[in-house]
Structures are given as structure tokens and as C-alpha cells.
């Protein structure tokens, strides 16, 4: 059974940093590119950054370039979110996703609060 579990959040002041991990089982983790999503509050969910399995190069979308780094350790199965400079619009649930076919797999979230 495919598992993906983010930690690490929690409440953080602005200028602060979080790591967020996910780790995943179930599946063959090196065969996927894993991704990493935000929902705000009445907003809908959005990518934030992904990394590929193959070589692992990363896409990281205009709004935390430079401020987030995503990386991955495939002996551990784990995804890492490195967020530095945060800002309060960055308070949002974090999900980390793989896509499997037409099927997409989702972790529960972990919450990350940014205080002004």
C-alpha cells in the first residue's frame, strides 16, 4: 500500500525556516518524479517544486525561487522541502505527490504557519 507522510511544519515567525520531509513506502520510489504542493486558506491547491527521478533536476515555481530548495534521498525514500525567507503569504498545508498513471498520490499534509 502506497504511503506518503509529510512532516515538519509548524508555526514560524517571517524570515524564519522550515525543512519538510516526506517519506514515502509502498511503492518503487526511484521510479518516480515527486512533487511538492501548497493550499491556502479559499485558495486552491498549487505546485510549489518537483524533483525528477531519473536525474534529479528540479522545477521550482516563480513565487519561492531562491527561497525553497527541494531534494531527495532515494536510499531513505524521503523528499525534502528546505524553505528559507518565509513569508506570511507561504502559511498553507503542504502535500507531497507522485502520479502513477492516471492516479495521483497525495500524503495527508503537514501545516506551516508564517507569523508576521
Known amino acids: 500500500e502506497v504511503h506518503l507522510v509529510e512532516s515538519g511544519g509548524g508555526l514560524v515567525q517571517a524570515g524564519g525556516s522550515v525543512r519538510l520531509s516526506c517519506a514515502a513506502s509502498?511503492?518503487?520510489?526511484?521510479?518516480?518524479?515527486i512533487g511538492w504542493f501548497r493550499q491556502a486558506p479559499g485558495k486552491e491547491r498549487e505546485g510549489v517544486s518537483c524533483?525528477?527521478?531519473?536525474?534529479?533536476?528540479?522545477f521550482t515555481v516563480d513565487s519561492v525561487k531562491g527561497r525553497f530548495t527541494i531534494s531527495r534521498d532515494n536510499t531513505k525514500k524521503v523528499v525534502s522541502l528546505q524553505m528559507n525567507s518565509l513569508k506570511p503569504d507561504d502559511t498553507a498545508v503542504y502535500y507531497c505527490?507522485?502520479?502513477?498513471?492516471?492516479?495521483?498520490?497525495w500524503g495527508q499534509g503537514t501545516q506551516v504557519t508564517v507569523s508576521v
Open positions: 505527490n507522485f502520479n502513477r498513471g492516471y492516479r495521483g498520490f
Open positions: 509502498g511503492f518503487s520510489f526511484d521510479d518516480y518524479s
Open positions: 524533483i525528477n527521478n531519473k536525474d534529479g533536476s528540479t
